[in-house]
């Protein structure tokens, strides 16, 4: 059987670190990304993948890395859209650089990517996304919440469930949101209830669902959660 391939995003540490790792531990051929090149390459080759910089913010940056896999012949079968960036600005005060830089990393480079990658996943009749979003996102459980964080997670789920609409229903390419829960990362503190380890478990599921899977879903743990 061909080795499947996986890109993550946001990779050098935290959630998309972790997510590389165990799919390279499940045999999976892994393209680990990061803005800083040293950092990408440092956490590759501790987890065992291959690397890419790349900022999901520049577009720019988006298309080099989409040329650069399609003349080395990569057929991608998994996307993570990992990479994000939290500020809690209530939208009425984030100034337009900060909102600008929150919606393109966390909204606008996940759909550029997914606009690249999903005709090719859908040609070769296979493709797992997965979209980390947040709770904070939710609209069923009291959100958005977290002020402009919450807003672009908000607009991500939205994404997930229109592009997935899009796909034929008999093609194996399943898109799913997944909240991870808040876990000790960077960017949720050491006061967060939930361990690495426990916010990635979803995250693998969804990017493991076997044929027949949910697609255009919102979950954590691998349970249905409330848009």
């Known amino acids: ?52 910089r790349l900022d999901v913010a520049d577009p720019a940056d988006i298309e080099r890395t989409v040329r650069a896999l399609e003349a080395e012949g990569v057929g991608l ?23 600008g830089t929150q919606m393109a990393t966390n909204v606008y480079g996940p759909w550029l990517l997914m606009r690249a ?20 996102g939710s609209f069923g459980a009291g959100g958005p919440t977290e002020g402009s964080y919450g807003v672009s997670k908000a607009a991500l789920n939205a994404l997930t469930v229109t592009v997935a609409a899009q796909i034929p ?14 876990v000790r990362t960077d960017m949720g503190g050491p006061e967060a209830p939930r361990s690495i ?3 990635v478990e979803g995250i693998v599921w969804a ?10 879903g919102f979950f954590r743990d691998g349970n249905r959660f409330p848009w």
């Open 169 to 182: 229903a008999d093609v194996d390419v399943l898109i799913n949101s997944v909240d991870p829960g808040w």
């Open 207 to 216: 990017a493991t669902l076997p044929t027949g899977g949910p697609r255009g």
């Open 1 to 52: 059987m061909t080795r499947r391939s996986a890109l993550v995003t946001g990779g050098t540490r935290g959630l998309g670190r972790r997510t590389a790792l165990r799919l390279v531990k499940l045999g999976y051929d892994v393209i680990l990304t990061g803005r800083s090149s040293d950092e990408a390459a440092g956490a590759a080759e501790d987890v065992g993948a291959s690397y890419r």
């Open 197 to 199: 380890d426990e916010g």
């Open 77 to 99: 079968d998994v996307l993570v859209n990992n990479a994000a960036v939290m500020a809690e600005d209530p939208p009425l005060e984030i100034d337009e650089l900060a909102f």
């Open 117 to 136: 990658f999903v005709p090719w996943m859908i040609d070769r009749g296979y493709g797992r996304v997965v979209n980390v979003s947040s709770e904070c």
